[in-house]
């Protein structure tokens, strides 16, 4: 299905998908330049509206099949300052986020990516913050985060702004993490034969 709104000619009302006809989205390839850019702000003042709620439907979608915690619009190669974060019974989108207050405790945490399938590496994070966000529905946000939340909020946010959590860690650090992958990768590929 394509994303083109069609108009019921009866009534002249644009007519929008229904749930199970909206598609998730393919991940990009993580040299896709939408990963390497940062995001611009997206206009608040225009929330409420059908193309944010429409693309926050296929990012929840997309995450869920996945199997995440997170994902950014870019990652699905959409330039647009949004991603979404939680888990199968709660997820939230954030428009414009930004931390505005870092807590002093930093801890390096064990962080995948659905850009980088397999690779796990332990990245240095603040353990708690305070974020500013809009919703859905143009409502501003300022709420403290702490533990996995945190770590999240951050991982999607250095998304936003071309930044992949790959250049967190040294050239060793990712070699070895690397070769963990492709093991992984291999196991999978054998099992599924």
Not at 24 to 41: F, G, Q
Not at 95 to 118: D, M, Q, Y
Not at 174 to 179: D, G, I, N
């Amino acid at each position: 299905m394509s994303d083109i709104l069609t108009i019921d000619t009866g009534f002249g009302i644009p007519a929008t998908p229904k749930e199970e006809d909206i598609l998730p989205y393919k991940l990009v390839d993580p040299s896709h330049p939408a990963l390497h850019e940062p995001i611009p702000e997206y206009d608040e003042t225009s929330l409420p509206n059908y193309h944010m709620s429409h693309l926050i439907k296929r990012l929840k979608m997309t995450m869920k099949l996945y199997g995440g915690i997170g994902i950014s619009a870019n990652q699905c190669g959409i330039r647009e300052r949004v991603f979404i974060i939680g888990n199968e019974h709660f997820q939230m989108a954030c428009i414009n986020p930004r931390i505005v207050e870092t807590g002093k405790k930093v801890a390096k945490l064990k962080e995948g990516c659905l850009s980088f399938p397999g690779l796990t590496l332990n990245i240095a994070r603040h353990t708690s913050i305070k974020v500013v966000y809009y919703t859905e529905s143009g409502e501003q946000k300022l709420i403290d985060f702490d533990g996995i939340t945190a770590q999240c909020f951050q991982h999607e946010l250095d998304h936003m702004n071309g930044s992949l959590f790959t250049e967190h860690v040294g050239p060793l650090a990712l070699k070895m993490a690397q070769k963990k992958q492709d093991k992984l990768i291999k196991q999978y590929r054998r099992m599924i034969k």
